[in-house]
C-alpha cells in the first residue's frame, strides 16, 4: 500500500494476484536481471498497462496483454511483478475504502447471489480493512457483508 497525493490510499499488488479481466499498471519487478530485460524488451516496462486476459485450467500458467503483445507467465515468475489495478477493479484487488459497484462479471446464479445479498449495481460500498485472499468485509446500506474471495473478483468496482 502506498500513498499518491492525487488518489490517497493506492493498492499495490503482485500480479498473481489480479484475476481475469483485470487491468493494472506496472509498479516495479524484482525478478532476476536476465527475466527482466527479456520483459522489457518486450514493452514490460513500469508505468504500462497490463490486462489479466485468461488463466490455465488449473490456474497456471496466466495469459497477460502488453500493447498488443500476448505473454504468458507462471505464477513463480508473476509474483514478483507488482502492480497497482486500474479502476473499474474486482472488489478483491482494492484497499480499504468507498466504492461503487459498477458491473458484475458471472452469471444468472451469481446474480440472484448479488440480489439475495442486496447488493446492486450503482450502491455505494464500503470496504473495510481485510487480510489477503480472506472473505472481504463490506458495508452495503448499513448492512455488514462478508464476501468470498471468488465472489469478490467478480464485483468490479470505482473509487468513490
Not at 527475466?35 to 522489457?40: D, I, T, V
Not at 514478483?80 to 466504492?99: H, M, Q, R
Amino acid at each position: 500500500m502506498r500513498i499518491d497525493l492525487n488518489k490517497g490510499m493506492v493498492c499495490i499488488i503482485t500480479l498473481n494476484k489480479c484475476p481475469e479481466n483485470t487491468r493494472c499498471i506496472i509498479v516495479e519487478s524484482d525478478l532476476p536481471d536476465a527475466f527482466r530485460s527479456r520483459l522489457m524488451g518486450l514493452g514490460w516496462l513500469p508505468g504500462r498497462e497490463i490486462k489479466v486476459l485468461r488463466k490455465a485450467p488449473f490456474g497456471d500458467p496466466t495469459i497477460y496483454l502488453v500493447d498488443s503483445t500476448e505473454i504468458s507467465l507462471r505464477e513463480d515468475d508473476s509474483k514478483f511483478i507488482k502492480v497497482e489495478p486500474v479502476y473499474p477493479a474486482p472488489l478483491s484487488v482494492v484497499s480499504e475504502g468507498k466504492y461503487v459497484v459498477l458491473r458484475f462479471e458471472g452469471g444468472r446464479v451469481f446474480i440472484q447471489k448479488m440480489k439475495s445479498l442486496e447488493i446492486k449495481i450503482g450502491q455505494e460500498i464500503t470496504v473495510l480493512p481485510h487480510e489477503e485472499g480472506c472473505k472481504i468485509n463490506v458495508i452495503a446500506d448499513g448492512k455488514n457483508i462478508l464476501i468470498g474471495y471468488g465472489m469478490a473478483n467478480k464485483i468490479f468496482v470505482e473509487k468513490k
